[in-house]
């Protein structure tokens, strides 16, 4: 079970939305480096970054703020967020990012996210942002008539790495992960899948450590680790089997 620390990107600070909202931003570290060193000098051993400006334009905007973060850390990143083209895949791996995460991409050209899965084995994640069970791309601007099980299961064959599922109506506000949807999707599919959305606190944690849930390859936490409702030694030792 991997822990997933995350750095959302805006303006070039580390910030956390609400459900998406860019309206409701709230910078938490005006040092996104510093941010990614802390999480690695926690304790944490894997990294994720959401360029939020590149999910709106489709295109990396916070790219700058990225290359920091990645001279900052030696711990493995995946990147989402803005990345439409072989080109733009290709350029973050040459970079050092571990894995890049194809969200809008996945619905409007999936043609692209096969090739790119094809191309870099184990490199090529999905990302599968639901409300209310529709896939929302666009960076959360527009909902799909695609439903998360759908979209995951066209990708079975394609050599994807992992899907990413949040669940939108959750995001940022540590109402707890929707874990039941979340086991659901990953009982359904081969593809490892790593919960988003809503994580708040150890017993979130040690819900995903409940043998139903080990399908899953691990949670991303935001927001709870910033303000301190998670405390990320407890969290991750909890996860390494030193505490109950």
Known sequence: MILFP??????????RLKQGDMAQATVFNHDPAQQAAQFEHDGFRYLHIVDLDGAFAGKPVNAHAVERILEAVTMPVQLGGGIRDIAGVEAWLEKGITRVILGTAAVRDPAFVREAARRHPGRVAVGLDAREGRVAVEGWAETSDLTALELA???EDAGVAAIIYTDISRDGLL???NLDATIALAEA??????ASGGLASLDDVRA?????AARLEGAITG???YDGRLDPHAALALVAGLAA
């Open 6 to 15: 995350a750095i959302d990107l805006k303006d070039g600070k580390c910030v």
């Open 153 to 155: 299961r066209s990708f």
């Open 175 to 177: 109402k707890g992960l």
């Open 189 to 194: 599919i081969s593809i490892p899948v790593v």
């Open 208 to 212: 995903l450590l409940d043998p139903r």
């Open 223 to 225: 927001r709870a680790l």
